[in-house]
Nanobody, 123 residues
Framework: QLQLVESGGGLVQPGGSLRLSCAASGFTLDYYAIGWFRQAPGKNREGVSCISSSGGSTRYADSVKGRFTISRDNAKNTVYLQMNSLQPEDTAVYYC????????????????WGQGTQVTVSS
């Protein structure tokens, strides 16, 4: 069964950091670009970041540039999202998704999705 599993979410104070992981089971991530998305209550899903299958291309939403860093370790079949300087507006459920090779333009183009991990930023 092809599956993506997110982990690393939790409660953190403003200014704090978390590292999210997106692990694949049933398939190798080597051939997939991985995107991170988030959805806060009452808001639309937002694309946060994406990394190509080679790791050579990354992109970020303006709202997280300079604070979040996406990376991948294909040997561990895992993609990471390092989140620093977290703010209350970063509170959301974070999802990872996989698309063949390159980061697609639209979220609907992703082939596989994880179930999400909750990130709450609060004092």
């Amino acid at each position: 069964q092809l599956q993506l599993v997110e982990s690393g979410g939790g409660l953190v104070q403003p200014g704090g950091s978390l590292r999210l992981s997106c692990a694949a089971s049933g398939f190798t991530l080597d051939y997939y670009a991985i995107g991170w998305f988030r959805q806060a209550p009452g808001k639309n899903r937002e694309g946060v970041s994406c990394i190509s299958s080679s790791g050579g291309s990354t992109r970020y939403a303006d709202s997280v540039k300079g604070r979040f860093t996406i990376s991948r370790d294909n040997a561990k079949n895992t993609v990471y999202l390092q989140m620093n300087s977290l703010q209350p507006e970063d509170t959301a459920v974070y999802y990872c998704a996989a698309h063949t090779r390159v980061c697609p333009v639209y979220a609907l183009q992703y082939n596989y999705w994880g179930q999400g991990t909750q990130v709450t930023v609060s004092s």
